[in-house]
Nanobody
Framework: QVQLVESGGGLVQPGESLKLTCAPS????????MAWYRQPPGQQRELVAF???????SIADSVKGRFTISRDNAASTIYLEMNTVKVEDTAIYYC????????????????WGQGTQVTVSS
């Protein structure tokens, strides 16, 4: 069963930078639509950014100007570059994918990663 695997989370101080990576666990699979969501403590999950295989992308207003999403289409890998992080960026960051392609007989409609913790604290 293919999974989405996130990496790059950790503890950083306000104003620092962090880069998250998400890729399928099996390189034979690609996703047309991939996104980053986050869930702050005690709050609902929210969309942070998305990028498609058609080179469309978007960033949430709450992080625009500080966060950048990029994508390696060949590897179906997305990155979230987080600059000038704030305490309120503290959350579990989840990778999301849909539109899977690859050797699978019963594809799911959507796929979620396990999440990576980002903590911003001085």
């Amino acid at each position: 069963q293919v999974q989405l695997v996130e990496s790059g989370g950790g503890l950083v101080q306000p104003g620092e930078s962090l880069k998250l990576t998400c890729a399928p666990s099996d390189s034979r699979f690609t996703f047309y639509y991939m996104a980053w969501y986050r869930q702050p403590p005690g709050q609902q999950r929210e969309l942070v950014a998305f990028a498609t295989g058609g080179d469309s992308s978007s960033i949430a207003d709450s992080v625009k100007g500080r966060f950048t999403i990029s994508r390696d289409n060949a590897a179906s890998t997305i990155y979230l570059e987080m600059n000038t992080v704030k305490v309120e960026d503290t959350a579990i960051y989840y990778c999301y994918g849909e539109g899977i392609s690859g050797p699978i007989t019963r594809p799911e409609r959507e796929y979620w990663g396990q999440g990576t913790q980002v903590t911003v604290s001085s």
